[in-house]
DNA sequence: CTCAAATATTGACAACCTCAACTAACGCCC
DNA sequence: GGGCGTTAGTTGAGGTTGTCAATATTTGAG
């Protein structure tokens, strides 16, 4: 304890992984409030920001990670409700999915508001989210 | 653009978003694997290490950030897997869901390997663990 | 005692998720 | 051209999480 050994003890590295958590929790929670002001899931605002082009059901699987019978289902829901279309692409066998006039108009006002009013972006400084993106991306990379 | 204004374009803060999305995405995601290890899905697992003591399935709604209905089936489960069980308390209202012998053992390994393995602590220095503690705790608060 | 409030449960319904089985289309190779 | 493995998407079964509204029980305050 001399001094600063860059030692941790199990604890510490306990508090970490919580907060950890907790901002993860804090961040989904967010993000599904800000869905659900464009009528949207969670899971349906993350497939409609990734629909800048058409994008083939397969590469959303991908994106949400998870299994392509999965996102037929979602995709019947946004199509359902009017925020994308299903066309098929020159490979007869994929489908591409691609925004409405609706989809796109919620797909910009969503990309803008997740930009703007992130949990993140509220209470850092401007060096400390410098400091932030650098770690972040150390954890990503 | 001169020197560091502490001006920030609004692609910089879609970045930074984008990159706590996607931190928060695998921390959840590994988190989930990490349940999965003990037969448990993430919300179980997120219940069983809130239940170091016998709990009010009001408070572990709370906890959870649900509805108390939903806990009635998390709690079904729970029990029905063998690792908590219904105890009711003085108050006959309120029914403690309490850890079983294999429930205790089964948070004890959890909330150990939740310390250990984290995807933070894999690739991050000491120092930078710090850092990034402070930055959450600022977030947080 | 009476009655409002709190606790947990139930039932109905929706979304998400996986797995296995299936169809249709593609492309390669002989 | 004709097989044949591969890929894309769908379907159906089954499970977990989540909400809301309605209900029974208990509590505590007036």
Not at 105 to 117: F, S, W, Y
């Amino acid at each position: 304890m001399a001094h600063d050994t860059g030692q941790e003890t199990l604890a510490e590295a306990h508090e970490l992984s919580r907060r950890m958590l907790q901002v993860a929790d804090l961040t989904r929670s967010v993000f599904g409030a800000l869905a659900a002001e464009f009528d949207l899931t969670a899971v349906q605002a993350r497939a409609v920001l990734r629909m800048y082009e058409p994008t083939p059901m397969r590469a959303l699987a991908e994106h949400l990670s998870c299994d392509a019978s999965n996102v037929t289902g979602i995709a019947d829901r946004l199509e359902q409700r009017g925020f994308a279309e299903r066309v098929v692409g020159s490979d007869r066998r994929v489908i591409l999915l691609q925004l409405t006039d609706r989809g796109r108009r919620t797909r910009r006002a969503l990309a803008e508001r997740v930009g703007a009013g992130s949990v993140v972006t509220a209470k850092l400084s401007p060096t400390e989210r410098r400091h932030l993106g650098r770690l972040l991306d150390k954890m990503l990379g």
